[in-house]
């Protein structure tokens, strides 16, 4: 049972008051051997007043009653080792005394419990067990302990109560710190527990999907797994619960192999092919795998577990960068790539039908856009460099809510690039390339071919093909043509219009008036002001040089006709 720190006793003393305690510490710590003798004096009539006195007072007394003698010169060398000797272990057995409990334990561990350096203790042994110290270690171990003393106990009682009892704070900790293990203990096994339920909730839902997909594993996995669960909505809600328990152990179970990233049998199972390295810079998941996870992605959908998830699949991708393991970098890679592409919102498909934009939306994780943190995200990528950084670093910078300026970008892809040896112009078009604005329609087609070479959204294409292939082919160029003529002049005209009906440079809802074709703003400017460069035998088209030029008839114009015209005429 523990004593009661709060209730105050009442103390015997053997001082007179506390100037004459204060006198006696001052001329204990002195260097003048008469004061230390009369402190030590005055010490001696305090034990002969009161026999208990404090623990730190009569160790203190020895040691400077040593420290006399030496610097006397009375004694000679193996009588002070004998004597400091004494004094020495003394105070190591009367100062860890408190400490034992009904077992005895060792001194270093308490002498350790109270700041005591491990050689005092091992001095202490050579004393009683060993060959005996020299004086010269028996002199600096006093020396260390007084100080010790000093700083412990007396230093203390200058500003509390002299006569309370000396006990080190945190001596009764022995107990603690069996108590803590014990709770570490017991947490470990929780989370080992929690652990195997993580496993046995996720393995249960595969093999709910196995068999939903037809496609159960081999007969020799089969013993391992536990039980399904009959009810799949039910499952999911245990793994919800779970989730808002412990998410990050969810996070961490799931991006183990055999979960978010699949074996090479479970693809085969699933009839999915293994990722190549072909398209190692720019992964993407499977299908018929996205398909797999989807039920489990969707309830788990949430801000939070959005952040965890994105912050745990980075964190992972660092530690693959020291490791040869392409097929684990691929698909976390590639989980990240399907995270952010959700999340973005460059890609849109304005010309879909509603069966077009039900089928694209039914294969993503969320759909509703994310505050992502995005400088967090940009720190993450770019420190966990592999050959499919640069996609990942693509898709964050365009996709920023306040995006880097253009030049940097591009430095940036452009380092990325070099660092993981991969191509940078996959990625991203040259700043010139882009700010090219769109006059024709040659110039529409060329930067069309140019995007299908890395839109994200030739994934859609291929994975609904077997569905409705000819509608979102053209669904895509249309979505990809609109884009390009964001910002531009050039708007794209899908709607059903009788051209026929209309003459060449008219458009449908355009005024009969003629000024609605004028600009806002603009200046005038005479021909006559412009600089008008003639070619003539003579000159050989030099600027500055006037001559008659003919025309096709064969017409001579003056150069008087010429001046006539460019006067007459006005450009808006």
């Known amino acids: ?73 009375q004694l000679g060398g193996d009588d002070l080792v004998l004597l400091y000797g004494a004094a020495l272990v003394r105070f190591v057995n009367l100062i860890t005394e408190r400490q034992q409990g009904k077992a005895a334990r060792p001194l270093r561990r308490l002498a350790g419990n109270l700041n005591i350096p491990e050689w005092v203790v091992n001095l202490r042994h050579d004393f009683t067990h060993r060959k005996l110290p020299t004086l010269k270690w028996c002199q600096k171990g006093c020396k260390v302990v007084l100080e010790w003393l000093q700083q412990e106990y007396w230093a203390r009682q200058l500003g509390g109560d002299p006569n309370q009892d000396w006990v080190q704070p945190g001596v009764e900790d022995e107990e603690y710190e069996l108590k803590q293990r014990e709770d570490e203990l017991v947490t470990r096994q929780k989370e080992m527990e929690a652990y195997k339920n993580a496993r046995d909730l996720l393995i ?50 799931l991006l183990e192999n055999g979960f978010l990233v699949p074996t090479v049998e479970q693809l085969e199972t699933l009839g999915c092919d293994s990722c190549d390295g072909v398209t190692r810079t720019e992964p993407r998941i499977p299908q018929t795998f996205l398909q797999f996870w989807l039920p489990l992605l969707k309830m788990l959908n949430s801000p939070s577990f959005i952040h965890l998830l994105l912050e745990k699949l980075f964190a992972e991708l660092k530690l693959l960068a020291s490791e040869q393991n392409p097929h684990r970098a691929f698909y976390i890679s590639a989980w990240i790539s399907e995270v952010l592409v959700c999340n973005s919102v460059r890609f849109e498909y304005r010309f879909e039908s509603k069966t077009q934009k039900k089928n694209r939306m039914k294969d993503r994780i969320f759909v509703n856009r994310i505050h992502l943190r995005w400088q967090q995200l940009l720190s993450a990528c770019l420190d966990a460099p592999c050959v499919s950084t640069p996609r990942l670093l693509h898709l964050i910078l365009d996709d920023m809510e306040h995006p880097l300026p253009l030049d940097t970008r591009e430095k940036l892809l452009q380092l990325c690039s070099i660092y993981t040896r991969t191509d940078h112009t996959k990625f991203h078009a040259s700043p010139k390339r882009e700010q090219q604005p769109i006059y024709t329609l040659e110039s529409l087609q060329e930067k069309l071919q140019h995007s299908s070479h890395h839109s994200h959204a030739r994934r859609v294409l291929a994975d609904s093909e077997k569905i409705e292939a000819p509608l979102d082919s053209l669904g895509w160029v249309q979505a990809e043509k609109a884009k390009l003529l964001r910002d531009s002049p050039w708007q794209m005209c899908n709607d059903k219009v009788l051209w026929k009906d209309y003459p060449l440079g008219k458009v449908p809802g355009q005024s009969e008036d003629p000024s609605c074709l004028m600009v806002d703003n603009y200046s005038t400017m005479t021909v006559f002001d412009q600089q008008v460069e003639f070619e003539s035998n003579a000159s050989h088209g030099v600027p500055g040089v006037l001559g008659q030029t003919r025309t096709a008839e064969g017409r001579l114009w003056s150069q008087s006709d010429v001046n006539k015209l460019k006067s007459g005429l006005k450009f808006f």
């Not at 249960?204 to 594993?217: I, M, T, V, Y």
């Not at 797994?225 to 809600?237: G, I, K, R, V, Y």
Request: aromatic share 12%.
């Open 1 to 73: 049972m523990k004593k009661k720190s709060a209730e105050k006793r009442r103390h015997v003393v053997a001082w007179v008051n506390k100037a004459e305690w204060d006198q006696v510490l001052e001329y204990l710590y002195s260097t003048d051997l008469a004061l230390q003798r009369f402190a030590l004096q005055r010490i001696s009539a305090w034990k002969g007043r009161y026999a208990n006195s404090p623990v730190a007072v009569e160790c203190t007394a020895d040691l400077v009653r040593c420290q006399v003698l030496d610097r006397s010169g």
């Open 204 to 253: 249960s839902f595969e093999k709910e999907q196995f068999q939903a997909f037809d496609g159960q594993p081999g007969p020799n996995d089969m013993g391992s797994w536990p039980a399904p669960f009959s009810d799949m909505s039910w499952l999911l809600s245990e793994i919800k619960q779970f989730a808002l328990e412990s998410s990050d152990l969810l996070t961490d179970v």
